[in-house]
């Protein structure tokens, strides 16, 4: 079964950081990995997806890559902001979707 | 981008009773839907698949007569909570895909509170 680890649970830094949130998973079967956010008590918005093919994709100030033979995604942002601030989930799919636990980011001001 | 819609957003409601979710594809057809729970401050849990024109699909130890999954059309998805306890409150997402193996867009989640 799929198994998906995010690191850290949860990070504080001060705005201007330019920041690393790793995602990693058991089964390199996958067809694409995404990257979401979600604000409390709200639903999710999906920020980069990674098809199985690719090593990573770009988005303004995020860049998610992919290493599919280690298991292993990470999603950069640079110069980070408060508005930030958020719990940054990936997910892997391969048929179903398989969540990690997320990191919970703040960006202080 | 995609809109998935979710009603309601919030429901409070009395022990053993009944509680619909309804999750709507806006401006696309989606064959297959999918159902999270999420606990508080805890990722989503897949729960089932929902399938139009078949039966759906329940991930282990999701109890198939609880939750109750219709995909009445190509656009529509519906979770039944059947005889709600207070252990059902949760937040409730679906997600549909544009296309397999596409990126999956979520609705705003229903956040249940069973009395």
């Known amino acids: 079964k799929q198994e998906v680890t995010q690191i850290p649970a949860a990070l504080s830094v001060p705005e201007g950081e330019n920041l690393v949130l790793n995602c990693s998973f058991t089964d390199s079967a996958i067809y694409n990995l995404q990257w979401f956010r979600q604000d409390p008590g709200k639903g999710l918005t999906s920020l980069l997806l990674?098809?199985?093919?690719?090593r990573e994709q770009t988005s303004g100030r995020l860049n998610a890559s992919l290493d599919k033979s280690s298991g292993r995604s990470t999603l950069y942002i640079a110069a980070s902001q408060p508005g930030d601030s958020a719990t940054y989930l990936c997910?892997?799919?391969?048929?179903?979707?398989?969540f990690g636990s997320g990191t919970k980011l703040n960006v202080k001001p | 981008g995609a809109v998935v819609s979710q009603h309601p957003s919030r429901v409070i409601c009395k022990s053993g009773t009944s509680v619909k979710i309804e999750c709507r594809s806006l401006d696309f057809q989606a064959t297959t839907m999918f159902w999270y729970r999420q606990f508080p401050k805890k990722s989503l849990m897949l729960m089932a698949t929902?399938?139009?024109?078949?039966?759906?699909?329940?991930e282990q130890g999701v109890e198939k007569d609880k939750f109750l999954i219709n995909h009445a059309s190509l656009t529509l998805s519906t979770l039944t909570v059947t005889s709600a306890h207070p252990e059902d409150s949760s937040f409730y997402i679906c997600?549909?895909?544009?296309?397999?193996?596409?990126?999956?867009?979520f609705g705003p989640g229903t956040r249940l509170l069973v009395l």
């Open positions: 997600s549909a895909p544009l296309a397999a193996q596409e990126t999956q867009y």
């Open positions: 997910a892997v799919s391969f048929n179903k979707f398989y």
């Open positions: 990674i098809q199985s093919s690719q």
């Open positions: 929902s399938n139009e024109g078949s039966k759906a699909t329940y």
